[in-house]
T-cell receptor, first 115, second 109 residues
Framework: KAGVTQTPRYLIKTRGQQVTLSCSPI?????VSWYQQTPGQGLQFLFE???????NKGNFPGRFSGRQFSNSRSEMNVSTLELGDSALYLC??????????????FGPGTRLTVL | TQLLEQSPQFLSIQEGENLTVYCNSS?????LQWYRQEPGEGPVLLVT?????EVKKLKRLTFQFGDARKDSSLHITAAQPGDTGLYLC?????????FGGGTRLMVKP
C-alpha cells in the first residue's frame, strides 16, 4: 500500500509570510503527527491529531497550528514565518494515537526555506 | 522535559569496522525505538525494545535496552557503506515520543 505522502516536497518563502503543508497518511491510519527537524535541535514533536482532534502538542509557539480532516489527511500551518522556521517538516502516521498506537511511518518531509 | 542524549554525534569509519552508538536519558521510557534516516527521506523504524535488559538482533545490528529502561545502545558489526545514514533513538513515555539528537554515521569503502 502507498506510504505517507507530503506536499510540497520543497518550499521557499520569505519572512512574514505564512505556509501550509499537507500530509496524507497511510490508508487506514487515523493518527497523524508532525515533527520539525533542524541540524541544531534535531527532531522535535509539533503535534498529533487523531479523529480530527489535537491529542498532543509539543513546545512550539502558537504560530504553528494544524488540523485534520475526516479522511485523516492533515495540514499544518505556520504563520508570520521567521528565519528559524527553516527546517524539514516530517509527518508520520499510525493506526491510532497514543503510546500503543503501533509503529509510526514517516513521510519524506517538506523542506521549508525561509529567506 | 525528557531528554535523550545520543553519542557520538558523528562517526566516520572504514568498511569492516565495528561501532556502538549510545542513547542515554535520566528518564524512564516504556519503550525505545531506533530509526535510520537517509538523505531526502523520513526516518524508518529499525527496532522497538520494550523490556529492561532486552537485546534484539537485526542481521549485523544489535540493540540493547538498559535494565532501568533509561538507556539503549546500537552495535553494528562489520559496518558496510550501505549502513551510512543518520541513526535516531526515540523514547516513548505515555503519549509522547522524544527523539535523541542523532548519530550521523559514514562508512567508507
Amino acid at each position: 500500500k502507498a506510504g505517507v505522502t507530503q506536499t510540497p516536497r520543497y518550499l521557499i518563502k520569505t519572512r512574514g509570510q505564512q505556509v501550509t503543508l499537507s500530509c496524507s497518511p497511510i490508508s487506514g491510519h487515523r493518527s497523524v503527527s508532525w515533527y520539525q527537524q533542524t541540524p541544531g535541535q534535531g527532531l522535535q514533536f509539533l503535534f498529533e491529531y487523531f479523529s480530527e482532534t489535537q491529542r498532543n502538542k509539543g513546545n512550539f509557539p502558537g504560530r504553528f497550528s494544524g488540523r485534520q480532516f475526516s479522511n485523516s489527511r492533515s495540514e499544518m500551518n505556520v504563520s508570520t514565518l521567521e528565519l528559524g522556521d527553516s527546517a524539514l517538516y516530517l509527518c508520520a502516521s499510525r493506526r491510532v494515537a497514543g503510546g500503543s498506537g503501533g509503529e509510526q511511518f514517516f513521510g519524506p518531509g517538506t523542506r521549508l526555506t525561509v529567506l | 522535559t525528557q531528554l535523550l542524549e545520543q553519542s557520538p554525534q558523528f562517526l566516520s569509519i572504514q568498511e569492516g569496522e565495528n561501532l556502538t552508538v549510545y542513547c542515554n536519558s535520566s528518564s524512564v521510557f516504556s519503550s525505545l525505538q531506533w530509526y535510520r534516516q537517509e538523505p531526502g527521506e523520513g526516518p524508518v523504524l529499525l527496532v522497538t525494545v520494550v523490556t529492561g535488559g532486552e537485546v534484539k538482533k537485526l542481521k549485523r545490528l544489535t540493540f540493547q535496552f538498559g535494565d532501568a529502561r533509561k538507556d539503549s545502545s546500537l552495535h553494528i558489526t562489520a559496518a558496510q557503506p550501505g549502513d551510512t545514514g543518520l541513526y535516531l533513538c526515540a523514547g516513548q513515555a505515555g503519549n509522547m515520543l522524544t527523539f535523541g539528537g542523532g548519530t550521523r554515521l559514514m562508512v567508507k569503502p
